[in-house]
């Protein structure tokens, strides 16, 4: 018989039966700002400056919490479904992870979370030693402004790095069990304060918005159809009511002297489950319905097109630095798409997609690899796979390992082949992690 399993706050799933994640109000230290952590293997191609078009360019990120595809519609999401059809979308895109403490993480520094200095914590926090593209934006003179609407990215240090402003929204308060504020009206008119800084007339931009009303409680909002009752129904009262106020902050930025200037991309941390593989909310496991998430982009010379291609957010970061007209790092495993999205390049594979979750304090490891038709699991410690077609079993119902073991064989070698030479990066803290191991002392990692 399936478990069923709840919510905590912002980002999580887990069972009834388990303990509330540690306060995070008091991080464990971060790592010495002088280790350096080791590059994953490289992918990255050269930047493509050329195709953007000339001048100054911004890009505004938008992340909505717990957006999963198939809820991306124009039912649900009519201002940005009508948008989205005249930009870049992608119709199989992944997150990297199924929670925000490890998604965000990857597409802030184009690293997988496993090769990151973080805590050992459910509410992960980052060390001074990993690089994050703000920091690099920082640098070359570009303003970085990040506004969110959970206290989770106030009290996790290390996610700010190189933002010149990192804000929550007013009113807050973090409640460990559950997200207790509705915040989408209060998540525009900080991003319209922040977007109003007068440097931003004269200097280019990221902006990085997180609004947070689709996850846990799914309010009723009076401005939302009523879609029903059950829970699914009052999330898509949530998007709805999103929606509108994301509408709004696009409204306020075509108004400014930038708006012709700026990039917008739109997708979310992760997906959410409503009883699929009886869970409900999101982490612990990488299921398609907790990482398969909606990715557009819009903006000067972007191409109205829908990519059935599968992509990963690994690949954010490079793409965001071409779009800004930076350099992306050879170590960066993933790749700009700017060249798919300026019509320059057909759309290509890039399978296999990586997705991992990495150990915590209260999340199992798991690894997964999707290329072609098939999907393979790992779970450890233990070392059991599961394989699924998702061409046939797009719910992943049905587990092939032992009906089709030339196939699993196959897909062990290619796991084998990226994961045994990623170069990952034991949690530190000093907490007991959730197979029963435990992450390193306070101090972090040391330099050799």
Known sequence: MRSIVFALPLV??????????????????????????????????????????????????????????????????????????????????????SYTAKSVAAFLSGYYPSTLYRSGFFFASYGT?????????????????????????????????GFDEWRTTPGISFDAQTDNHVTGDKMTALGIELLSKPELKTK????????????????RHEEAPKFGNKARDRYAQEIFYTDL?????????????????????????????????????HAFELWEVLTRVPLVVCGPGIKAQRIKERRSHIDLVPTFLDLLGQKPAASLP??????ELMGKEPPASREPIYLEMTEDSHNPPRRAIIRGDYKLIWSGPGDKFQLFNLSQDAGEEKDLAKAEPETLKDMVAAYHAFWDKLPMVEPYGNVKLKEGGTARGPTGPKAD
């Open 129 to 161: 030693a990993n690089d994050f593209m703000a920091e690099q934006l920082q640098k070359s003179g570009i303003a970085t402004l990040g506004w969110f609407g959970h206290m989770y990215f106030s009290r996790a240090k290390g996610l700010e790095q």
């Open 12 to 97: 999580f799933a887990c069972s009834k039966s388990e303990p509330a994640p540690p306060n995070p109000a008091a991080p464990a230290p971060s790592a010495p700002s002088s280790v350096a952590a080791a590059p994953p293997p490289s992918a990255s191609g050269s930047p493509s400056p050329a195709l953007v078009p000339a001048g100054p360019k911004n890009v505004l990120f938008v992340t909505i919490d717990s957006l999963r595809t198939d809820s991306f519609t124009k039912e649900y999401a009519p201002n940005l479904y009508a948008l989205a059809e005249r930009c870049t979308t992608y119709e199989n895109a992944y997150s990297v992870s």
């Open 204 to 219: 280019p931009f990221f902006a990085w918005a997180h609004y947070m009303d689709p996850h846990d409680q799914y309010n």
């Open 245 to 281: 106020w994301v509408k709004k902050l696009l409204d306020f930025v075509d108004q400014q002297p930038f708006g012709k200037d700026t990039y917008f991309v739109l997708s979310a941390d992760h997906g959410e489950a409503f009883g699929e593989h009886g869970m409900y909310k």
């Open 334 to 339: 993933g790749k700009s798409a700017v060249p």
